[in-house]
């Protein structure tokens, strides 16, 4: 666990980026910290590893104090990613990657074997092992940029914006695989963003900064949701919270009408609405294991405002229009 | 004017005391001693102040400040002070190569992805495995860059060596000048030149095999 | 240093000013010619890389060696101060023109483009645009052009022209250090001078470079 007491951090000329922060990072979890530009929560991040260090306070990893622990072998018992990625250009991507290892101690040869299988572990083939950063696309050099980190296989991960420098495509690609990864390892990570969703999707807990470091709002990422500390947090998690909530809901209990009126092929899979100019597409379909969410976003696309729902096999089981939805909705809440 | 002096097997001949390869041999002992001593002690100092950005001032203004000092009126100074010898030669070239080797050094720590930097430390390097495990690495086209061009310079001004009596290169350009041998000063304007070219040749095939590949624009 | 400039201030006053035009005139000349010359490395970009590499080489030629073939090349006598002139042009090109080309390459093409669509054509777009946004490049190699010009003159004492050189030849064959000193101090004072007034022409000619 990673502890913040009463940590704060004044920069020389007087601007206050982190204002008394008392935060706890559980074992094994991801925590988010996200907030705009200008909160303190690299500045926060940068004290675990003492990168920064407090002006008061302390900050502890499993009770002890980071500041007595060396300052260099503290670091090498840490994963760090930071955005960009701040690959090592001289190096390929397999030196890259066997960093820390070599600097606690290992062959380079030992090293550089657990790397290649750590560069598969994110995704990468041994094809990319010898090549330079340069020749790397956003993507790839970002994943490059986590198996470094877990190249030492360290309990703790601090990750600066990871994942703001590719494009969305690739960012949802690298957030499934990522959030795969951190099932398997169970790592305690902080994790900073500036991006809301991200912060939701990853974290299994979320910390919200305000402006000039103070700690906002910590809590679950549904709590956040449901409900917002202050005005400043409901700002922040977007005015379209609600919607955003149903992300934790389940689409298993729905409801759901008969299939009717929907074209199917012969193994019962949906083709699309009938239509004048012939079959129009359904934009989509879920299952029982999506989201509620999901399901809303596919009614409101669909050009007749109903999701359909398939099994296992593809076929389509059911139909949902955006007033069954709502009714569903309604009559939770009551 | 003529390749006479040139092409004159009498003037290649090994290890006589004027001959071209004796002269060319001084001309490099002097171009190889400069620069050896100018990195001794600019590529240190360069270093420190691109690592700590403490004295930047003094990088950014060696340059221009040891262009300005004439070699000629300096190794004309030193000889009149020290006397006849290679000390003069060495301390008035040196002086010629510490400002570009400084000023790239700086240049090149200074041009570095400091995000890269901050990934080093972050991974817990030492200051010292930071320096010379990444900052110099990267550091190094640049580095390149301005040594090449100091090893340039100092084959051109080596010359000036022989105007204070020493051996070198410019001895064939001063005691041609003397005698109005026009062939003589040709042969050796055209060793010097084609000297630096071939000094140049062989630092880029240096540069090649020192600079990682992961810094050449590869695309 | 001060009795020896008393007692010698016509020799060296007439050395000062001698070296003053040796020196500044090739930067006027080189100037002028470089700028086209490192705009064709830009407009054809086939030509920038031998336009490096020639001036490379010409570069890499000892001053001493250019102070003695020109007279042959160009038929003028030996102790006709068009040598050092001319040399000291073709070095001034040598490091300009491939300044001028780094420039020019320099300039955003996201600023060129947007001054193409608001429909500038070549020619007012070069000295509107480009040039301007070049110019702290460029003014940069006009310095270090300037300042090894004061320094290189002096090398032409060796051929009996070098304005502050003389100095130093005239100490050296007398053994005595005060002209040498005073030639060098004086030397270094103008190419800081020199230095000085380019850097203060900058500032004003591209205040946007001090906007940050």
Known sequence: MITFE??????????TAVDHLSLELPTGRLTALVGPSGCGKTTSLRMINRMVTPTSGRILIDGEDVAERDEAALRRGI?????????????TVLDNVATVPVLLGKTRREARAAALELLERVGLSADFAKRYPAQLSGGQQQRVGVARALAADPPIMLMDEPFSAVDPVVREQLHREFLRLQEDLGKTIALVTHDIDEAIKLGDRVAVF????????????????????????????????????????????????PVDGLLLDDAGRPVGWPGDDGPRDTGGTFTKDDSLRVVADL???????????????????????????????????? | MNLSYLLDPAHWELGAPYSIPTLILAHLGYTVLALLIGTVVALPVGLYIGHTGRGSFLAINAGNAGRSLPTLGLLMLLVTLLGLGLLPVLIALTVLVIPPILTSTYAGMRSLDHRVVD????????????????????????????FRSAALQVVATATVAAAVGLSGLGRLLIDGLAVNDYSRVLAGAIVVAVL???????????QRWIVSPGLKGIE | MIEYLRNNADTVWLALQEHVWLALLPVLFGFVIALPVGYLGVRFP????????????????PSLALFVFLPVVLGTKVLSPVNIVVALT?????????????????????????ATAMGYRRVRRLTGVELPMALPVILAGLRVATVSNISLVSVGALIGIGGLGQLFTRGFQLFYIEPILVGIVLSVLLAGLADLIIVLVQRAVTPWTRAV
Request: with cysteine.
């Open chain 2, 196 to 206: 630096a070219v071939l000094v140049d040749l062989f630092l880029a095939l240096v």
């Open chain 2, 119 to 146: 990934a080093a430390r972050g991974m817990g390097m030492r200051s010292w495995q930071v320096l010379t495990r990444v900052e110099l690495p990267m550091a190094l086209p640049v580095l390149m860059g301005g």
């Open chain 1, 79 to 91: 994963g760090y990613v930071i955005q960009h990625a701040g690959l090592f250009p001289h190096r």
């Open chain 1, 210 to 257: 305000r402006t000039s470091g103070r700690l906002a709002q910590v809590g679950t990422p549904r709590e956040l949701l449901a409900a917002p500390a202050d005005d400043f947090v409901a700002e922040f998690v977007g005015r379209d919270r609600g919607l955003r909530g149903l992300s934790f809901d389940s689409a298993a209990g729905l409801p759901v009408r």
């Open chain 1, 299 to 334: 009614a409101i696309r669909s050009p007749v405002g109903i999701a359909v729902r398939v099994g296992p096999d593809g076929a389509a089981d059911g139909l949902v229009s955006h007033h069954d939805l709502a009714d569903y909705l309604a009559g939770r809440r009551s």
């Open chain 1, 6 to 15: 009463d940590v704060v951090k004044v920069y020389p000329g007087g601007s």
């Open chain 3, 90 to 114: 073709i070095y001034t090109v040598a490091l300009l023109a491939r300044t001028v080309a780094d420039g020019l390459r320099s300039v955003d093409p996201v600023v060129v483009q947007a």
């Open chain 3, 46 to 61: 086939v030509l920038y890389h031998p336009l490096v590499n020639t001036c490379g080489v010409l570069y890499s030629i």
